[in-house]
C-alpha cells in the first residue's frame, strides 16, 4: 500500500507562492502517474496538474496555467507543486494522488489508486 504525505501548505499573501510536496513512502514505488486536486470549503473536488512518473508529460487545470509547475523527483519519491501568483481562489485543501497503470484519462479523481490526507493553502487578499 503506497501512503502518500503532503507537506507545504500554510497562509500565504495574494501574489505570494508555496511549493507543495508529496511523498511517497514504499521503497519499490511505482506509479504510472501523480497529480493534484484541491477541493475548496462547499465546493467539489477540481483537478488541478498531473504528470506521468516515468516521461514526465504535464497536464494542467485552465484556472492554473501558467501559474503552478508541477514537478517530481524520482530518486526522492516525491512530487512537487510551484504554485506562484496566488489568489485568494486559490485558497483549498490540496491532495495529491497517485495512479499505478494507464488510464485514458487522468482529470477525475476516480481515476487514482492513492490519496493523501491534504495540506491547507490559504491565501489572503
Known amino acids: 500500500q503506497v501512503q502518500l504525505v503532503e507537506s507545504g501548505g500554510g497562509l500565504v499573501q495574494a501574489g505570494g507562492s508555496l511549493r507543495l510536496s508529496c511523498a511517497a513512502s514504499?521503497?519499490?514505488?511505482?506509479?504510472?502517474?501523480m497529480g493534484w486536486f484541491r477541493q475548496a470549503p462547499g465546493k467539489e473536488r477540481e483537478f488541478v496538474a498531473v504528470?506521468?512518473?516515468?516521461?514526465?508529460?504535464?497536464y494542467y487545470a485552465d484556472s492554473v496555467m501558467g501559474r503552478f509547475t508541477i514537478s517530481r523527483d524520482s530518486a526522492k519519491r516525491t512530487m512537487y507543486l510551484q504554485m506562484n501568483s496566488l489568489t485568494p481562489e486559490d485558497t483549498a485543501v490540496y491532495y495529491c494522488?497517485?495512479?499505478?497503470?494507464?488510464?485514458?484519462?487522468?482529470?477525475?479523481?476516480?481515476?487514482?489508486?492513492?490519496w493523501g490526507q491534504g495540506t491547507q493553502v490559504t491565501v489572503s487578499s
Open positions: 514504499e521503497r519499490t514505488f511505482s506509479v504510472y502517474a
Open positions: 504528470s506521468g512518473w516515468s516521461g514526465g508529460r504535464t
Open positions: 494522488a497517485a495512479v499505478r497503470n494507464p488510464r485514458p484519462t487522468l482529470l477525475s479523481g476516480n481515476d487514482y489508486d492513492y
